[in-house]
């Protein structure tokens, strides 16, 4: 049963619906181009709300990409799930129904649940009754329901899963998928997706004071800045399509590259006088995938946009890699922090980085702090091979992953 | 290197009339059902009204004030059976911290379908005032409510219950999720990823928003008129399923470690494995397909053959619909001796507690090993001529219980089988 470690998970496909564009070639270019999609709010009205700038994903119409009777049982999380699955396959070369059904399957992510369909069902339930709450609610608001959908639309019935642990579920559902794939199959679709805005959704992100309430978006979402005053929510979902490396190459698909390093580490509890354990998920991935510091071309960074929680991520690189000894970019300063999404959006930045020999630049900051002594990508994109890639996520209540990804 | 196995070392249980594990078992034994008429809210308006419930009183149980404030009630039965699962482990009472564990080695897997659901309708009642409000009113948020939307935050407040700061995840599969976050720790043990996990599983959906949701599937019993009989697994004259609320919380070991520290092992879990159906986010297949092939790697896995298992506690949720595809799934997957080995639903006395559930069951299937004895299924009096298996109706039995088998089956199509193994079976 368990074929060990022996087995290599690379990554052949990519789906991204992102604020900054629906699809890998759109998202791409907007990337690299550092074209920002934080906007003031559209999605309600935002006079009543102390949060201004939000990063949507604008025209996203679902009934274009997906059959409508999947549209009305599914809440906006789960349309760019499936969308995202569909684009990983296509580029993948994967037809589903030409292969073994228990040699693929789905891990997802997803933070927040289906916060918009949800609340528009609690209303149905106080404002007119229980008769009144629709017969999707049951299956759509929940956080199983992405990586239910995709399985059922392509008929993968392998070893599904579904991992929730804030944004960092958006590594640690590839940690899983490439689990999955050391224990014996074959595909798996992996990624995190997610959408909280509806106002109930949006009112939940206040309480911890880490958004930024900035009206400005050039200004609102300033990582590692001296003017950093929080983050920026998004919305979006990327998805990739991971695979058993020799089957890979089997079926001539050329990788991205290598899932080759996956660690957690939960903080300890506030106030027992330990510390931060980010660090110890960085040298696990390492570890991992038998990586020296030295060996890590560009770190992919969490960039919380919080001053404190900034200058801990920038200790945590400065102990393993040195003081801003390695670049490090955090291109999400164009789509604000997307919830489970997010990670999974940079590990797809990350193997097209490693693809193209490009990263990604970061925008919007103009003033790094002393404070955060990193050597951060600004302005253009920087033309640099890119054999290995860091990738780090943090999450509310303190999870930590870091995944590694390498050139094949 | 030898393979790393896994130990159930602890056990922690919060269940309807079971509150702590003895109490529990007690009432599994008796064939006691705790399904009642709904007094969490009026029901009146509701299709079904009857829910097997806990009488569960924070503060009593030993959490504190701002515990029983800040988190939902899910939050807190998985926080009361963890420091039971804890105590019982002999890892220490208040937690490992104080203990010889690097925190590094311990982790949590936490099953849960339906979040903080309970509290985040309350808090919604209040932001939106009543669902008058579509643009719900900010000055109303509490200082917790993030972690009312992120259920991520239950399995935060078990890693503090033990000072966990090793892979720390919630795990969601719908229905499946508290077997599923079983096997989760199960791998993360035996990969070596950690020395010690809190498995488990934990959900409160007995709250109008929930019990709404399943009455637009037509999935709950309505035999609201005889609450007690209200739920009737492999019954001809099943109604349907009834929710129920708990937490199980299990102490995942590394045995070698277990052994080292002199520690009880209650049995060893011996293979895990999932599987969807590719088919429907609600329905199944009457042939049982994906959970047969579940159970048939979890067996190969746990290299036991199918004549082997004593027990199987079946998920048996009360529907038509289950009742046939499980019941097709185990003479697919086991053969002739589907029809020698006793299996049952607890469900029929304590409800279905959706992510908790599978947790509960395997708690339940550890203590059948532990005191050589099978649960009943209550109210089984008239037997479904579709389901001819035996399924211990309403009466315990005292019983050599080696190797146990235990399934699940939910919501997205996730088929998911378990086995456990006491001593002396798990690898010959």
Redesign the interface.
């Known amino acids: ?2 074929t060990g470690p022996s087995k290599r998970a690379v990554v052949t496909g990519l789906g991204v619906v992102a604020p900054t564009g629906i699809g890998v070639k759109t998202y791409w270019a907007n990337t690299l181009d550092g074209r920002s999609a934080l906007a003031p709010m559209t999605r ?2 935002p006079s ?3 949060i201004k700038v939000i990063g949507e994903v604008p025209d996203f119409d679902p009934y274009a990409l997906l059959p409508s009777r999947v549209v009305v ?1 599914t809440a906006l999380m789960t349309q760019f799930g499936l969308v995202c699955a569909e684009e990983a396959l296509l580029d993948g070369e994967l037809d589903p129904a030409e292969q073994p ?2 040699q693929m ?2 891990v997802t992510a ?4 289906g ?1 918009e369909f949800g ?1 528009r ?3 149905n ?7 009144q ?3 999707y ?3 759509a608001w ?4 992405n ?3 995709i ?2 639309r ?13 944004q960092v ?1 958006g590594l ?1 559902c590839v940690g ?1 998928a490439r ?1 999955v794939i050391r224990n014996g199959t074959t595909f798996v679709l992996s990624g995190g997706t997610d959408s ?1 805005f509806s ?3 949006l ?6 004071g880490l958004v930024s309430l900035s009206d400005d978006p050039a200004r609102a979402y300033l990582p590692f800045d001296t003017a950093a005053s929080g983050y920026v929510p998004g919305e979006g979902g990327a998805i990739l399509l991971v695979e058993e490396a020799e089957s890979a190459r089997a079926r001539g698909v050329r990788p991205y590259g290598e899932i080759a390093g996956y660690a ?6 506030p106030g ?1 006088g ?1 510390g931060p ?1 980010l660090r ?1 998920a960085i040298e696990g991935a390492l570890a991992d995938a038998r990586c020296a510091p030295a060996d890590v071309d560009v770190v992919f960074a969490d960039g919380y946009g919080v001053p404190e929680l900034d200058r801990l991520e920038c200790r945590a690189l400065a102990e393993v890699f040195g003081p801003a000894a390695v670049p490090v970019t955090v291109p999400k300063t164009t789509t604000g922090r997307l919830y489970a999404a997010g990670p999974t959006v940079d590990l797809v930045a990350a193997l097209l980085a490693v693809r193209h020999g490009v990263v990604p630049p970061t925008v919007n900051v103009t003033a790094p702090s002393p404070d955060c002594p990193v050597d951060l990508i600004l302005g253009d994109p920087r033309e640099t091979a890119v054999r290995t890639a860091l990738v780090i996520a943090r ?5 930590n992953a870091a995944v590694v990804v390498k050139a094949v | 290197m030898t393979e790393r196995r896994v130990a159930v070392t602890g056990i922690g249980v919060i269940a309807p009339r079971g509150i702590g594990t003895a109490a529990f078992w007690e009432t599994l034994m008796a064939g006691r059902t705790a399904t009642r008429r709904i007094t969490h809210f009026d029901p009146a308006d509701f299709r079904c009204q009857v829910a097997a419930e806990i009488d569960f009183d924070p503060l009593a149980v030993g959490l504190s004030p701002q515990e029983a404030r800040r988190m939902d009630r899910a939050g807190q039965l998985a926080l009361v059976a963890a420091r039971e699962a804890l105590a019982d482990s002999g890892l220490t009472g208040s937690g490992l911290a104080g203990s010889a564990l690097d925190p590094a080695r311990v982790g949590v897997s936490l099953g849960n379908a339906i979040g903080c659901t309970e509290l985040m309708e309350r808090e919604y009642v209040v932001l939106s005032d009543g669902g008058r409000k579509w643009l719900v009113d900010p000055e109303y948020a509490v200082p917790h409510l993030y972690d009312v939307m992120v259920p991520s935050s239950m399995a935060a407040e078990l890693a503090w219950s033990c000072g966990a700061e090793g892979p720390v995840a919630l795990v969601s599969t719908g229905c499946t999720s508290g077997i599923d976050a079983l096997g989760h720790a199960f791998e993360l043990v035996r990969e070596g990823s950690a020395d010690v996990v809190l498995a488990a599983g934990t959900d409160a959906p007995v709250s109008p928003v929930t019990v709404a949701c399943f009455d637009t599937l037509r999935a709950q019993s309505t035999a609201n008129d005889d609450p007690e009989h209200a739920c009737r697994p492999y019954d001809r004259n099943r109604k349907g399923l009834i929710l129920g609320e708990g937490s199980a919380v299990m102490v995942f070991e590394e045995l070698e470690h277990a052994r080292r520290r002199g520690a009880h092992v209650y049995c060893e879990v011996v293979g895990y494995a999932s599987r969807a159906n590719g088919y429907h986010m609600t329905g199944l297949k009457p042939d049982g397909r994906e959970m047969a092939e579940a159970i048939r790697v979890a067996l190969d896995q746990a290299r036991l053959n199918p004549d082997e298992i004593d027990y199987v506690n079946g998920h048996g949720s009360g529907t038509r619909q289950n009742d046939r595809h499980e019941t097709a799934a185990f003479k697919s997957a086991l053969g002739a001796h589907a029809y020698d080995v006793p299996v049952s639903s607890i469900k029929s006395m304590i409800g279905h507690s959706l992510g908790a559930i599978g947790a509960i069951e395997v708690a339940a299937c550890c203590l059948a090993i532990e005191h050589d004895a099978v649960p009943p299924t209550a109210n089984l009096e008239t037997p479904d001529p579709e389901c001819d298996l035996d399924y211990v109706p309403k009466v315990a039995r005292e019983q050599r219980t080696d190797v146990v088998l235990s399934v699940g089956s939910g919501f997205g199509g996730f088929q998911s089988a378990i086995v456990l193994a006491g001593e002396g079976k798990a690898r010959r």
């Open positions: 049963m368990n309600m009205d009543g709300y102390p049982e059904e228990y399957s789905v997803n933070a927040t649940g916060a609340q069902e609690m209303q339930l106080y404002a007119k009754g229980p008769s709450v629709g017969a609610m049951a299956i929940f956080y199983a329901a990586s239910g959908q399985s059922i392509h008929g993968m019935r392998g070893p599904s899963g579904v991992f929730i642990a804030d579920g640690e899983q689990r909280s106002p109930s959704g009112v939940g992100q206040i309480p911890p957690t580490a939960f903080d300890p509890r027992t330990r354990n110890r999450g509310h209540n303190g999870f």
